[in-house]
């Protein structure tokens, strides 16, 4: 009983996850959107590739059902824009200094502040090699708890530190569907030209 009881409990679950519908089809600046049950709208692949700028140091382009751009919230946010593929949400940011270099130990301070919870550093799953098109780095993924599990690639630009992060909020653990997920935002991004004596 208790077992039957458990798998109810799973099928139900899983359904509330992907019971988000279409309930509508529109036009945006000019392209075919979606709109969905919960507000959430995205343009249809139609449409083709979208870019989106991130900033200074590149873009992120993709097929609308591949990664989607959330909704700003936050005008702060305007340049570090965040993206959606079902469960799981993704971000192209750049960390750089002013005056000196950076190293392997600030991006994984960086790293080790974006995973805290409750005071707590994340618990590392694997740390391999990776890359960002043509620049090699390194992929690290963290366990935060509560926080679900974030995957970062990153790599050296010329003294500056391209970070490619994606989040699973609802798992503990690296599966193969973020693992996906992580390989094609990484393979969205589009790096600008940077020389290490431009601002």
Request: glycine letters at 10%; aromatic letters at 10%; a negative charge.
């Amino acid at each position: 009983m208790k077992l039957a009881l458990f798998s109810l409990c799973i099928v139900l679950a899983a359904s509330a996850a992907s019971a988000r519908e279409v309930i509508a089809n529109v036009q945006v600046k000019g392209g075919p959107a979606l709109i969905y049950d919960d507000g959430f709208w995205r343009f249809d692949d139609e449409v083709g590739e979208v870019c989106t700028p991130t900033g200074k140091h590149g873009e992120v382009c993709a097929l609308p059902s591949v990664w989607s751009r959330l909704p700003d919230v936050d005008e702060s946010r305007y340049d570090l824009p965040e993206f959606v593929q079902g469960e799981y949400l993704a971000e192209f940011s750049v960390l750089q200094r002013r005056n000196g270099t950076l190293d392997l130990n600030n991006v994984l301070a960086f790293i080790g502040n974006q995973t805290m919870h409750d005071g707590l550093r994340g618990l590392a799953l694997l740390s391999t090699e990776g890359s960002i098109g043509n620049l090699d780095g390194k992929h690290v993924v963290v366990s935060a708890g509560a926080n679900g599990v974030f995957a970062f690639t990153f790599a050296n630009q010329n003294g500056r530190f391209l970070i490619a992060r994606t989040r699973d909020q609802n798992s503990t653990i690296y599966h193969s569907g973020h693992q996906k997920a992580h390989e094609s935002f990484v393979q969205s991004l589009y790096p600008a030209p940077f020389d290490s004596g431009q601002e």
